[in-house]
């Protein structure tokens, strides 16, 4: 049986409601995270909360539960459903209040959280990916995970359309970020990639993966690439939670690495296995 928490209460999710008047539904007024399970286990979940509660900051939205009791919340929710490869989804929104735009006085956050089984995407690991350049018209504070999706999900749908799995992002001529990922190039034995400013949501997945270039020393430049530096790269991959790390072969109409993965991205994904089967064996 599948369950859900809504605020403290863990619940069958059959049974759960959301008020229309919640401001995350109305107003998109909320932030979420994504984070992975590996055969039971939680996936860099200190740094997701980390960046659940900064998010929430950023909008002056109070979690009324420590990082810890958090943290067991979400463990419990896992151990109820008996997850084992999958992700646990949560949120947090200002709350329900009669519709008004600025903050309400009396609202207080309501907050959910529920697991997904998933798995793990391994032919794409091996085969990679296709996907298509897509303008990027989302909003300026993209450093915030927040709950309003819509640049992204016009991105995706146009991928989706295009036979593609993903959309690369571009601000004019800069390549900022795929429409639910991170994207790097490799050239020249460097790989490139956005800075995690305002433009981009600093994945934990990329974070990740910047340790695992140090440890197979390739270095990393955080600058961004244009949209014909990116054409013009060795080797290109997407990363996120759900993604992990996995090759860009084709882009457009374009191919990369002649549309097969290379040997940085390989040794890349062996290494961020490493980190997988660390986390499993714990
Ligand atoms: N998306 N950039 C954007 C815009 C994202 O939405 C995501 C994640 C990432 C990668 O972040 P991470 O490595 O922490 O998953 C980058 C999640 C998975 C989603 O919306 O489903």
């Known amino acids: 049986m599948a369950h859900i928490w809504v605020n403290d209460v863990l619940m069958n999710r059959a049974e759960a409601s959301i008020d229309p008047e919640d401001r995350g539904y109305q107003f998109g007024d909320g932030v979420y995270e994504v984070v992975k399970v590996y055969e039971g286990n939680l996936f860099e979940m200190e740094a997701h909360i980390d960046r659940f509660y900064r998010s929430a900051d950023e909008l002056r939205i109070v979690i009324p539960y420590t990082k810890d009791v958090l943290h067991k919340m979400v463990y419990d929710i896992v151990e109820a459903d008996q997850l084992q490869t999958g992700h646990v989804y949560m949120q947090i929104t200002r709350g329900v209040a009669p519709r008004q735009h600025y903050f309400p006085d009396e609202a207080s956050a309501t907050f959910t959280a529920y697991t997904q089984v998933s798995e793990r ?15 990027d018209i989302r909003w300026l504070r993209c450093d915030i995970k927040s709950l309003n999706l819509l640049g992204a999900v016009l991105a995706k749908q146009a991928a989706h ?30 790989m490139y990639t956005h800075p995690a400013n305002n433009f981009i949501l600093n994945g934990i997945t990329r974070q990740v993966v910047l340790r695992c270039a140090e440890e197979i020393q390739l270095p990393v430049v955080e600058e961004a690439m244009t949209v014909e530096q990116l054409l013009a790269m060795d080797e290109v991959i997407y990363t996120s939670t759900g993604a992990e790390v ?37």
């Open 246 to 282: 996995t090759p860009i072969v084709q882009i457009n109409e374009q191919l990369i690495h002649k549309g097969v993965r290379g040997e940085w991205t390989k040794k890349l994904q062996e290494v961020f296995e490493s980190k997988v089967q660390a986390a499993i064996t714990i």
């Open 121 to 135: 995407p391994y032919e794409n690991f091996e085969r990679g990916i296709k996907a298509l350049l897509h303008e």
């Open 161 to 190: 359309e295009a036979n593609c799995d993903e959309a690369i992002l571009h601000r004019g001529d800069v390549v900022t970020e795929g429409s639910s990922s991170n994207v790097y190039g490799i050239k020249d034995g460097v």
